[in-house]
């Protein structure tokens, strides 16, 4: 019973956005023996999908998912060393490769999606904003990506997103990879016209359908 009430602070500590009390509960779950997996999935990850689907119904706000994000990262990194310690790796469900398209600052949406993606056990490679068409093409190449995750939140660099999907077919790579876009301007229409595989509307949308595109 002691670790389901660990379980429930650890939880909590990621709702509640708080990545010093996440670190020290990670801490305290290898001091009382608990495998750092059960403590991520049992314990710290439950609070993730309570807020995004907090975000999903309207109930929280952008700034309530960035904290919450900032606890996982805080408690993942916490129990790092000691899952590469007993060789554990939790299963990568896919290798995401994501960034806002050149010519585009914004980076909240996407850093959002990112640390929940690398949450829900995707390998994640956050390129950051204003990304060449060359460096997605790139990056996709170089770890072998499954699934590119492409944002844009103005009118006037949407059209980069359509860039990148044909840079990626001339490096003959289109067929590996997956291509989800997302951004205020962008649309399921746009991304059909554009080619792309998927587009979400927010965060917890694009975990539901990355997971779907790599059949997780």
């Given amino acids: ?56 119904n309207g109930e929280l706000f952008i700034p309530d998912l960035m904290m919450s994000g ?60 204003d990304v060449s068409a060359e460096a997605f093409v790139d990056t996709v190449r170089e770890v072998d990506a499954n699934i590119l995750g492409l944002s844009a939140l103005l009118t006037t660099t949407i059209l980069n997103q359509e860039a990148v999907i044909l840079n990626l077919k001339e490096a003959g790579l289109r067929g590996r990879v997956k291509v989800i876009i997302g951004g205020v301007p962008a649309s399921q229409e746009w991304a059909d016209e554009i080619g792309a595989d998927a587009y979400a509307e927010n965060a917890t949308e694009a975990v539901e359908v990355v997971k779907q595109l790599v059949g997780a």
């Fill in 1 to 56: 019973m002691a670790h389901e009430r660990l379980y429930e602070a650890m939880t909590k500590a990621v709702i509640d956005g708080l990545p010093d009390r996440a670190r020290e509960l990670a801490d305290e779950s290898m001091e009382v023996g608990i495998d750092p997996l059960e403590a991520i999935d049992q314990g710290f990850k439950p609070g993730m999908d309570i807020v995004g689907e907090g975000f999903a």
């Fill in 70 to 129: 900032e606890a996982m990262k805080a408690a993942i990194a916490t129990l790092e060393p000691e899952l590469m310690k007993r060789k554990q790796q939790r299963e990568v469900l896919g290798r995401v490769v994501i960034g806002t398209v050149k010519g585009d600052i914004h980076e909240i949406g996407k850093t959002l999606v990112a640390t929940m993606l690398a949450a829900n056990g995707f390998e994640v490679h956050d390129l950051g904003v």
